[in-house]
């Protein structure tokens, strides 16, 4: 296992609360924009919800599972891509009756979650991943200390 990466339950939460934080705050503003309900108070309305949604559905449900899952079946290189997958499928659907009530159609979710999923993959990989990986060696470079 490659040593930037959580070691432990500790380091996991460390690296994961800033990585959902991005990954809540782009995703969240950018669907409330395309289904034109953005609005400041909103934005400050629905975000604890989604935050809290998406960490405790990243980390107590499609975490492990990714994890088990890509272990088993040696996909551990692909770990990123089923776990913004699940995320991007399971929110996709569960964010917007959050966000404004609205429970979407099947026609609706088809076409938002490819962009979603898109949008979110890149969001992972050059900006919410590095961030986490980032705050987990602040940590260890103050707990060295």
């Known amino acids: 296992m490659i040593r930037r990466y959580p070691q432990n339950i500790k380091e996991a939460i460390i690296s994961a609360i800033p990585n959902c934080f991005t990954m809540a705050t782009v995703m969240m503003n950018l669907n409330m924009w395309i289904y034109d309900v953005w609005s400041f108070e909103n934005v400050l309305r629905t975000f604890p919800i989604i935050y809290c949604t998406a960490f405790l559905l990243d980390f107590f449900l499609v975490g492990p599972f990714v994890q088990r899952v890509a272990t088993c079946y040696n996909f551990v290189r692909y770990m990123m891509f089923l776990r913004v997958g699940l995320m991007a499928g399971i929110l996709t659907f ?46 260890r470079v103050k707990k060295a200390k």
């Open 94 to 139: 569960v964010a917007p009756i959050l966000e404004s009530g609205y429970i979407p159609t099947l026609m609706r979710y088809v076409t938002a979650f490819p962009r979603n999923y898109v949008i979110a993959l890149l969001t992972q990989a050059f900006i919410a991943m590095p961030f986490g990986v980032y705050v987990l060696g602040m940590y």
